[in-house]
């Protein structure tokens, strides 16, 4: 069996990867017959899982990993037949990873400077969404609603996508005033 060893990378959970091995006859004369095809991991699979090839030809089988969860995973998948050697064995590694929806800020703060009573200024921070799944804002806040609106561009973030989050102070006493926006 060629080649002796698969190595899929990283495959999404949902996402199966196939990629192929192939089983050459190098008899002459007779077929060799596969009885069966086995993993020993089942989160690998082959099909087909019997073939004859004929003498001196070739066949493919097509090995699929599909990771149930995030991590390395390793097996081997054994060519059962009635060869000198009775089995061939390719070793078949993968690495499964979940997709997520992750936040990003692009700027963790912002400064509003001086700005009279009773006026109000507004500045944007950006939102990113880095990860592969879109990102659902249920709602935005600032702890000090009386001193600090938050409003959001858009509630959903498509994956490699960006929103825009508008913060306006409205001083009501003077000082230094600071606060914290809040993604429940």
């Known amino acids: ?25 190098g008899d002459a004369v007779n077929s060799l017959v596969i009885d069966s095809v086995v993993s020993s991991n089942s989160n690998f699979s082959v099909t087909p899982t019997t073939a004859t090839i004929n003498a001196l ?14 991590g390395t995973d390793s097996g081997l998948v054994v060519f ?8 061939d064995t390719v070793m078949v590694t993968g690495t499964g990873a979940v997709k997520v929806a ?9 400064m509003f400077g001086r700005v009279l009573l009773d006026q109000s200024k507004t500045d944007t921070v950006k939102i990113k969404n880095t990860g592969e799944l879109t990102l659902n804002i249920g709602s935005m806040t600032s702890k000090d609603t009386a001193t600090f609106g938050v409003t959001l561009g858009s509630t959903t973030v498509l994956a490699g996508d960006s929103t825009y989050v508008s913060v306006t102070f409205h001083p009501k006493t ?4 600071a606060d914290t926006v809040v993604l429940p």
């Open 1 to 25: 069996a060629e080649p002796g060893s698969l190595a899929f990378g990283k495959v999404w959970t949902d996402s199966p990867k196939t990629d192929t091995v192939t089983v050459t006859n």
């Open 57 to 70: 030809e070739s066949a493919k089988f097509d090995v699929t990993v599909h990771p149930v969860t995030a």
């Open 80 to 87: 059962y037949h009635n060869g000198a050697t009775t089995r």
């Open 102 to 110: 992750t936040l990003g800020l692009q700027t963790h703060s912002k």
């Open 174 to 177: 003077t000082g230094n005033k």
